[in-house]
């Protein structure tokens, strides 16, 4: 069985953003991270996004993304509930970024702008992202790995979680919870 993708700390997530930061596309790049980190979406899903998915007519991100059937893993379309601390870093990028086809994708790419990102390379940009952010074990998968598991230890049902990362069975979202010292002390104390 393979190793699972890193969940990460938020001091992790903070020196990814801080070396971010300091690099070429940082405001794209900074979307692109929090996006997995704040939506639990898949590099296919978050590759395959278009402008207008992401922002309506008056330029403004939406509440609700809405994911189409051929762009999941599980072939069902779903939605994206984006909270308001997502909301307020891909309206930065969208305010830097706006193409004039909206059919365009959301995360453009320095090298082919009209494509955006594939699901290959964006996996890449993670990769590399990681490595240089000095996160050992992280992948394109810790965002999503880390949502699931963070929303876990507020308490939330594993049915919802279920619903939010689109997982056909629970146990598969059982999978993705990683279980930490913190989360346990703080079941415990419930008993106080």
């Known amino acids: 069985m393979s190793k699972q993708a890193k969940t990460l700390t938020k001091e992790e997530l ?3 953003l801080d070396h971010i930061a300091t690099r070429k596309h940082s405001i794209r790049n900074r979307a692109i991270v929090t996006a997995s980190f704040y939506s639990g979406c898949r590099v296919g899903e978050l590759s395959s996004l278009t402008y207008a998915d992401v922002v309506d007519e008056a330029g403004k991100v939406r509440d609700e993304i809405r994911l189409k059937a051929e762009n999941t893993k599980t072939n ?3 939605t994206v509930f984006v909270n308001s601390k997502l ?8 305010n830097a970024y706006k193409p004039v086809n909206h059919q365009q994708k959301f995360f453009y790419s320095q090298k082919r702008s009209s494509d955006g990102y594939t699901p290959n390379t964006l996996a890449q940009f993670f990769h ?3 490595k240089r952010a000095g996160i050992v074990g ?6 999503r790995r880390t949502y699931i598991s963070n929303l876990a230890s507020f308490g939330i049902s594993v049915r919802v979680l279920a619903s939010l990362a689109g997982h056909k069975h629970i146990s598969t979202t059982q999978s993705y919870i990683d279980v930490n010292d913190n989360m346990k002390r703080s ?3 419930l008993l106080a």
């Open 76 to 78: 069902e379309a779903r």
């Open 14 to 16: 903070r020196r990814v």
């Open 187 to 189: 079941a415990v104390e």
């Open 128 to 130: 590399f992202l990681y």
């Open 87 to 94: 909301k307020k870093e891909l309206q930065q990028y969208a």
């Open 138 to 143: 992280a992948s394109s998968h810790s965002g």
